[in-house]
């Protein structure tokens, strides 16, 4: 298998093209074969195929095309696995030497080496056949952002080579050969003075005095007419020594500099550089490692990262690698007046030894001195605070020696470069930081309130460093007081704040650079979701703009590091990021834009929580009634949002609990509690129990104030269940009752029915079976005459197991198979589960031992479906206690042991008492009578303290009765 690039791609595959696919396809491939055994990011590939205007289905395009040459390198029989996918990209790994490009290399530098050791005849054979491997210019043909660029640097590899042909013919003594060569090749590239050079060397060498002083005329009349200014330095010398009637010999690398050394120029470095230990290693491996085109790496990162210490850090430890000098550019893109282009050149120029009117008036020619200049240089270039792409495009060196390094707000997509990001500092590289500017001994003196600063600093450099500033200008100052001065978010930014840096004042020249709809929508977010990550949908609901419009926005936001990336399509604000846009909401939206904004928003967000509450599976109460939403995204993106529900309301949990308590807040209790009743489904289900609380108690609050009796309904009866599953059993009869109360009044028969249910299950675990039974036959009749299949099962389910109790095994058995029938017609997985498991535990108590663990291992399953601990626990534990009876108790010991740390986890104290009992029978199988004795204290103190007298009973009679009992006598498996 052969690569070829120079020339038209292609593939061979035996000697026979491979037919590479289309277009964008073919450009990919190069691409890959360009950073060969290197990783290529997505947003690179995007970048060099598209440049900086991606279709919106780019990224979709590239898993195709990576898709479509896996095909082809696997149809070829070179396997696959030559393209892989690495956490970085995507990486290719040709064979060796299957390459032509890296041929090429070898032999040039074979030559090299050749011409060194002074066989010239060797060298010559070599690079002719090394420039044999041409077939037309680099990657003809192909058409993609990168390829224009990409050619022009493969062409000045390939006239060094010729260059270097030359040298050899010279040293051979047979110089005459390539004058036409020479000659043809000079016509080609007029501005380049290296072939030029050795054109007119080759004619006064061969007695062509006067051809070579018309070569020398015809460079400066071009050099003049296209740049402004004379010829180099080489060429001159070589007239005057032509005119002199001297035999120059070869060039070397000392005569083919143009100009003087230029030094480093480099602003100093930071006194105590700090943390980046991986990104530092990263990019001076991008700047020390030879490569076949030149160096140029974005360094990108949120306003106040660091990004200019660390370039500046990082250029002055690669200074080893460009001898030739550094240079150091301030291009101000995130202020007003951005350094236009011609200006940039101009001034460095002037770096490089350039001075008045050296420097050509137009910015083209200027740009052609400059890259002229580079090609014969080693030079690191920083240019720092870079606004975009088209900026530095032209600045970027034309062939390999050469460095660029720039920073950026944003990522520069458009151009061919490495790139690294700069986030906060870790906690600890942030508080070394404020330790090198206020002394270690005062951190060591209160490293609490030091964690606490840079934690308030968002773990930012410059505010920490402002932060150092102003704690060592005020010795006096303790720590814990600038801490406590932090503590207050409306006065943070104006802590952050000493002589001439300021935190606000970064963020500012921030801001000014983003558009009027991306600047509105930071504003919006940061006022609206000011909490954890935010969704990218987000947006388009507080701009009331179309999807595609907000992906625009959400790109030019993340593009500038306002949006940090928090998970696929997700975002999070930076802290003081967000208090800078908040504080700017309050002054630059109206307050009606706010609270349209806020209403759309909730809106979108109701929308998407009844669409997951219907595919989630329904509490219950029955379904939350669909009503109309003051917002929402269109049909395709909502239901694709929600396919997977319980991952989206995992991804969304934060933000849905700012929408309960903004919507709360500002008096819409309907809306609150229309968000937070399915949302107690997902909080069981993930035993998020203080979320439950903290948003049901929040909109109650709300909703008594408000006089809202139909949202205080529906809190009562989900905070009743909350108390319940925690086992406050007082509190969740409250609850209930009260609810029960407001159902009645408002002819809810559907919130009476869920009631009762409760009330039901509570008297039952209190031992009260008689008034269980009244409460579920009651609920039972609404359920049914309403249709709510769930609230009919949980009804029956309590019925069934009052006959599990009095040992009624048959009547128990036929309750929950009706219960089964009826959740699977249904759909309700938590109705099959709590069948399953009580259809094991009937078959159990009638000795069908079989038949039961059968039914514990589905009701196990059905919880595992769920995603819900508990449910799998409550299963899990019936089989222990069956694995017990059966004769094998540390099996049982070890289920229940699992149950029981489940149950500690979810704060289920119920269920740990019932897993200790369980763990007492156990102990008394294997005849550990003392161990029984602690399981049975730690359970009956937890069923005293719960309240629930029937289970106490239960675990002081197998107390008392403990040493009476045999090994085979359990109490309660």
């Not at 143009?258 to 990104?279: H, K, M, N």
């Not at 009476?752 to 409460?775: E, I, V, W």
């Not at 049982?892 to 289920?908: K, M, N, P, S």
């Not at 675990?955 to 045999?966: K, M, N, P, V, Y």
Request: proline share 5%; with cysteine; glycine share 10%.
């Amino acid at each position: 298998m052969k690569f070829l690039m120079l020339g038209e791609l292609r593939m061979l595959v035996g000697g026979v093209p491979a037919a590479l696919g289309p277009p964008k396809q073919q450009a990919l491939l190069a691409l890959l074969l360009l950073r060969r055994n290197r990783p290529v990011s997505m947003s690179r590939i995007i970048a060099g195929i598209w440049g900086s205007t991606p279709p919106a289905t780019a990224r979709a395009q590239v898993h195709a095309h990576v898709a479509g040459l896996r095909g082809l390198l696997k149809a070829t029989g070179a396997g696959g696995d030559l393209l892989s996918t690495v956490p970085a990209g995507y990486l290719l790994r040709p064979p060796p030497n299957s390459v032509d490009l890296d041929v090429f290399d070898d032999q040039v530098d074979s030559a090299r080496q050749l011409l060194d050791g002074g066989r010239s005849g060797a060298a010559i054979t070599t690079l002719r056949e090394a420039l044999r491997l041409w077939r037309g210019t680099g990657l003809d043909g192909l058409r993609a952002a990168f390829t224009a660029e990409t050619a022009e640097q493969l062409g000045h590899r390939r006239l060094a080579a010729f260059e270097l042909l030359a040298d050899a013919y010279q040293a051979a003594h047979r110089d005459a050969e390539l004058i036409p060569e020479l000659d043809e090749l000079s016509a080609a590239h007029p501005l380049h003075e290296g072939v030029r050079h050795r054109l007119m060397l080759a004619l006064h060498r061969n007695g062509r005095t006067a051809d070579a002083l018309r070569v020398y005329r015809e460079g400066w009349h071009v050099t003049t007419r296209e740049l402004g200014i004379e010829p180099g330095i080489r060429l001159r010398e070589l007239e005057t020594a032509i005119l002199q009637g001297e035999q120059p010999g070869r060039p070397t690398g000392a005569v083919a500099r143009i100009a003087p050394q230029i030094g480093c120029r480099l602003p100093s470095d930071v006194p105590a550089f700090v943390g980046r230990a991986q990104e530092r290693a990263r990019v001076l491996s991008w700047l020390s490692t030879p490569c076949e085109r030149p160096a140029a790496v974005v360094v990108s990162g949120p306003p106040g990262a660091g990004k200019t210490a660390f370039a500046v850090h990082v250029g002055r430890a690669a200074r080893a690698h460009y001898p030739d000098g550094q240079l150091f550019l301030q291009m101000r893109g995130s202020s007003d007046s951005p350094v236009p282009v011609a200006d940039a050149v101009a001034t460095l120029l002037r770096g490089l030894g350039f001075a008045g009117a050296a420097v050509p008036e137009q910015e083209a020619e200027r740009l052609a001195l400059y890259r002229a200049v580079l090609a014969e240089r080693r030079v690191l270039i920083v240019l720092d605070d870079v606004a975009g792409a088209a900026e530095v495009r032209g600045l970027l060196p034309g062939s390999p020696g050469s460095a660029l390094l720039m920073t950026s707000r944003g990522a520069l997509a458009g151009i061919d470069a490495d790139r690294v990001r700069l986030g906060p500092l870790s906690s600890g590289e942030a508080v070394s930081l404020l330790a090198s500017a206020v002394g270690d001994d005062r951190v060591a003196a209160d490293p609490g309130s030091a964690v606490r600063i840079v934690r308030r600093c968002g773990y930012l450099p410059l505010a920490v460093r402002i932060a150092g500033a102003r704690l060592t200008g005020n010795s006096q100052r303790r720590l814990a007081e600038l801490n406590a001065a932090l503590r207050d978010q409306r006065r943070r930014l104006d802590e952050l704040a000493a002589e001439d840096l300021e935190v606000r004042t970064v963020l500012a020249s921030a801001d000014q650079c983003l558009s009027a709809p991306a600047r509105e929508a930071y504003r919006l977010l940061s006022m609206l979701l000011p909490a954890h990550d935010l969704a990218g949908w987000t947006v388009a609901a507080v701009l009331d703009a179309p999807t595609s419009c907000a992906e625009r926005i959400v790109d030019e936001l993340a593009g500038m590091n306002v949006l940090l990336p928090a998970g696929e399509g997700r975002y999070r604000l930076h802290d003081l990021v967000r208090l800078y846009g908040r504080e700017r909401a309050l002054v630059d939206v109206p307050a009606g834009r706010r609270r349209a904004a806020a209403e759309r928003l909730r809106g979108a967000y109701l929308d998407l929580v009844m669409r997951a509450e219907r595919e989630f599976g329904v509490g219950f109460v029955g379904p939350t009634p669909h009503r109309a939403v003051a917002w929402s995204l269109p049909e395709p993106l909502a239901r694709k949002l929600v396919a997977d529900p319980v991952a989206w309301f995992e991804a969304e949990r934060v933000p849905l609990g700012t929408m309960v308590d903004g919507a709360a807040r500002s008096g819409a209790t309907g809306t609150a509690a229309r968000l937070a009743v399915p949302l107690a489904i997902f909080y069981e289900s993930r035993a998020y129990f203080d979320d439950w609380r903290a948003t049901h108690e929040r909109v109650l609050e709300a909703a008594r104030q408000a006089g809202d009796d139909e949202a205080a309904m529906a809190m009562l009866r989900n905070l009743g269940e909350l108390h319940t599953i925690q086992d406050r059993y007082a509190a969740a009869v409250a609850c209930f009752e009260e609810a029960l109360a407001h159902a009645r009044r408002l002819r809810d028969l559907k919130y009476q029915a869920a009631a009762l249910s409760g009330l039901g299950h509570l008297h039952r675990l209190t031992g009260d079976n008689p008034r269980a039974t009244s409460c579920f036959a009651q609920a039972e009749r609404l359920c049914a005459h309403l249709g709510n299949v769930p609230g009919q099962v949980y009804a029956m389910y309590g019925v069934g197991v009052v006959h599990l109790q009095h040992r009624r095994w048959a009547e128990a058995r036929a309750q929950f198979t009706t219960c089964l029938r009826l959740s699977r017609r249904a759909g309700y997985l938590p109705g099959e589960a709590q069948a399953l498991r009580c259809l094991g535990k009937a078959d159990q108590g009638d000795g069908r031992y079989a038949s039961a663990e059968r039914h514990f291992r589905k009701a196990e399953k059905a919880g595992q479906r769920l995603g819900d601990r508990l449910v799998e626990a409550y299963a899990v534990q019936w089989l222990g206690f069956l694995r017990i009876r059966l004769g094998d108790p540390a099996e049982g010991a070890r289920l229940l042991h699992g149950c029981l740390e489940v149950y500690r986890d979810c704060g289920q104290r119920f269920g740990q008492a019932m897993a200790q009992a369980g763990l007492a029978d156990a102990a008394m199988a294997t005849g550990q009578t003392g161990t029984a004795r602690h399981y049975l204290i730690q359970a009956q103190r937890i069923w005293e303290r719960i309240g629930s007298p029937y289970w106490t009973e239960r675990a002081r009679s197998a107390l008392a009765t403990l040493d009476e009992r045999g090994p085979h006598d359990p109490a309660f498996t």
